[in-house]
């Protein structure tokens, strides 16, 4: 089994910045793509960013292009997303999700563990 907890959601004006975590814990294992996606009321869910085990391969979402990042430390099991120029749009609960391969990055129903979700909250 792999834990994941997300954390650094919050309220932000539009406009502002966010950076999310996502701390892994437990079977963690090498080679894995961690990958952020998010939910906003009454939406299906969404794919936001992936990234793979090396960070060599990074794919995001159009409408998030140019404003997130997402990045990883393998030596803390973690992975972030840097979130800027945030618009009221992006307001979802973000969760935080793994896998063994960087195969079908933007489908969710391809991962095998998920996070509980940090809420992000972007006001106009």
């Known amino acids: 089994q792999v834990q994941l907890v997300e954390s650094g959601g919050g309220l932000v004006q539009a406009g502002g910045s966010l950076r999310l975590s996502c701390a892994a814990s437990?079977?963690?294992?090498?080679?894995?793509?961690m990958a952020w996606f998010r939910q906003a009321p009454g939406k299906e869910r969404e794919f936001v960013a992936a990234i793979s085990w090396s960070a060599y391969r990074t794919d995001y979402t159009d409408s998030v292009k140019g404003r997130f990042a997402i990045s990883r430390d393998n030596a803390k099991n973690a992975v972030y997303l840097q979130m800027n120029s945030l618009k009221p749009d992006d307001s979802a609960n973000y969760y935080c999700?793994?896998?063994?391969?960087?195969?079908?990055?933007?489908?969710?129903?391809?991962?095998?563990?998920w996070g509980q979700g940090t809420q992000v909250t972007v006001s106009s």
């Open positions: 999700a793994t896998k063994g391969d960087y195969i079908r990055v933007a489908v969710g129903s391809t991962y095998d563990y």
């Open positions: 437990g079977r963690t294992f090498s080679g894995n793509t």
